[in-house]
């Protein structure tokens, strides 16, 4: 079945606690992205990647971290989480390196609650 | 910044009638536009996208494009109570096409 897979679904950890949450998808897909959502500020997109080892920042990268070493993959790292990092998160991938010229494909999301 | 506009809703509708939802965006160069539908803390899923100006029909789903006046607009027949979720419009940002800009969504209520 073609899908992004996030994990983990749910987290609750403390501040300064690094943590990473990964995405994979098995499409084949060039263009990954990570946003995350909050209440009346609607979808963000955090960082991207256009293809292996091309990455580059979204609309709210400050406090986030990513790579791109393999094409499936396209982890999320928090070096140092903070309240303000709660929020719901979504993987998703494109099979254009474009990611705004065809459907990106969303992952179930991860929601992460920083106390 | 690159903008997209919807009218947050709640719209309420009634079974069995026409739901429309509209979008405007601000980038001219926008060329590729799509509708996600995403139920309460579930992830956005792919309703429809459209390319080119005029209607596209799937099933109970139209969308409709005006490039010239810079709205995509959504319309579902015979509503559902199934319907029932927050309908986001995304646009590509048209310098480099790397992003997609996403609305802030329309709540839809089909009542029965």
């Known amino acids: 079945e073609a899908q992004v897979t996030q994990n983990p679904r749910y987290l609750i950890t403390v501040t300064g606690k690094k943590l990473t949450v990964t995405c994979s998808q098995n499409?084949?897909?060039?263009?990954m992205s990570w946003y995350r959502q909050d209440p009346g500020l609607g979808l963000r997109q955090i960082y991207y990647s256009m293809n292996v080892e091309v990455t580059d920042k979204g609309d709210v990268p400050e406090g986030y971290k990513v790579s791109r070493k393999e094409k499936r993959n396209f982890p999320l790292i928090l070096e140092s989480p903070s309240p303000n990092q709660t929020s719901l998160y979504f993987c998703a991938s494109s099979l254009d390196s474009k990611g705004g010229n065809q459907p990106q494909h969303f992952g179930d999301g991860t929601r992460l609650s920083i106390l | 910044q690159k903008e997209v506009e919807q009218n947050s809703g709640p719209l309420s509708v009634p079974e069995g009638a026409i739901a429309s939802l509209n979008c405007t965006y601000s980038d001219r160069g926008s060329q590729s536009f799509f509708w996600y539908r995403q139920y309460s803390g579930k992830s956005p899923e792919l309703i429809m996208f459209?390319?080119?100006?005029g209607d596209k029909e799937d099933g109970r789903f139209t969308a409709q494009l005006n490039k010239a006046s810079q709205y995509v607009s959504l319309l579902i027949r015979d509503s559902q109570p199934s319907d029932s979720a927050t309908y986001l419009c995304a646009v590509n940002e048209s310098m480099g096409a790397q992003k997609l800009v996403f609305g802030q969504g329309t709540r839809l209520t089909i009542n029965p």
């Open positions: 459209i390319y080119s100006n």
């Open positions: 499409m084949n897909h060039e263009y």
